[in-house]
Each structure stands twice: as C-alpha cells, then as structure tokens.
C-alpha cells in the first residue's frame, strides 16, 4: 500500500511519499505543494493509498477529506492528533500546539544528535521558532509573522502601502530601499532574519550549549543564509514528523 503524507497549512497542502528512513522523508521537498482547493495529482488507481494527515486549518482538513473519499473510497486516512506523537512537552497548554510544530518538533528529535539541543524555524503563513531540549523536550518557542504576512498585512491596513509579494526564490533586498516598494521588503526580510538571529541567541542560552539549527517552510532557503548559526534545511521536516507515525505502525 502506497504511504503518502499530508501537511494541510494555511494557504496550501503539501504533500509527500514515504522515504525508507525519516531523515530520508526529511531531506525530501515534498511532491506536491499546492493551493487548499486542489488534489494533489495522485493516481488513485487499484491500488489502495494510505494518508497521514497534519492540519492547522479545520477547513482545509475537511475539504481535503471529502476530496481523498470522492476520489477512491478505498483510502485509508489518518489524521494525527497530539496523543499520537508522544511528544515530551513542557508547556502549559501542550492540546493547543499547532500540530505542524509538534510534527516538526518530533523528527527534529530524531533526526538531531543526541548531544545537542535544536531551534526548529517553519517559514510558513506565519513563522515558527521552537527549541527541544538535548533530551529531546519540546519547550514551545515563537510565533512571528511571515515575511509575506507582514508584507499583506502592510498592505490591507494602510492606506497608501502597496500589495508586494514576498520572493523567497530572489535575492535578498538591499538593507536600505530607496522607494516604497524597497523599504517594504527591506523590512520585511530583514526585520524577519533579525527577529530570527535574536530568538536563536536567547534559545542558546536556554538550551545551555549551542543548538542546532533546522529549517524548514517555504521562505527557509531564502532565510538560511542570514542566519548566525548555519541551519540544516530540511524541507519535508513536517512531513518526517508524521513518518515517525508510519515507522511506529508498520516500521520503514
């Protein structure tokens, strides 16, 4: 039975194959990143699929749980909760984590080496920056704008600020724009690396040693290079977390 895995955001459904190990589903970008409304272009033919399901967006889960049944009852879907994971927490509300960062969390702690402690940054809809513990406790973390929240943001409440988009696959902007447009995305994208670097040193110093750096979402590449501690990019991170299920069903 073909294993295919779910991470339904915000704004888009990202979906990917199981590999044979979790670093394998890590280090993979998923097969299929696309807006909430659309199916990934799977062949649903006689062979039975089996998801596994992340979501932050209720309904974008249930659009896409009517897509997969219309399109072959025979599938088989999960839906992870927070008991699945069995993620170690100290936080106060561990039921109210979004369920992209508990899977985040749980492959980065078994991806990291055992004698270090992690930051793990989602560069999404909105960004996210967790620490775990060297004995792989997750602590909780931030949650900041995205470069192209802010971006839209700026422009839905002002009046005279235009709508720009957020390119995470052109260079960085220049520190100093000499227009409107330029001193939006300077703010942006530089305001993003700073807020980044700082939640990083203060991790440092609350996980007691020098952590290490995983990054994943659709901004980290353009992020990564700005960040004072090199990160690993693993862009299947979130999908990794849910094939740490899998391997505890069936085994990779």
Partial sequence: MRTLLADIGNTAIK????????????????????PLHELPPVDFGSTPTRWICVSVNPKGLQKFVEMVSDRQEASQLRIASFADFGLPVDVTEPDRLGM???AA???????????????????????????????????????LGSPDLLLRALNQNTQALPQIAFEPKADPPAAIGRNTEQAMASGAYWGQVGALNELIR??????????????????????APHLHLPPRVFPGLVLAGLATLAEAETGL
């Fill in 202 to 223: 203060q991790y440092q110093t609350r996980l007691g040693s020098t952590p290490e750096v995983m990054l994943c979402g659709g901004g980290s590449e353009a992020i």
């Fill in 100 to 102: 992209d960062r508990v």
């Fill in 105 to 143: 969390g749980s492959a980065a702690i078994r991806i990291k080496a055992p004698d270090s402690g992690v930051v793990v940054i989602d560069v999404g809809t909105a960004t996210t920056v967790d620490a775990v513990t060297t004995e792989g406790q997750f602590l909780g973390g931030a949650i």
């Fill in 15 to 34: 979906v990917g194959e199981l590999q044979s190990t979790i670093l394998d589903t890590a280090c993979r970008a998923p097969e299929w990143n696309l």
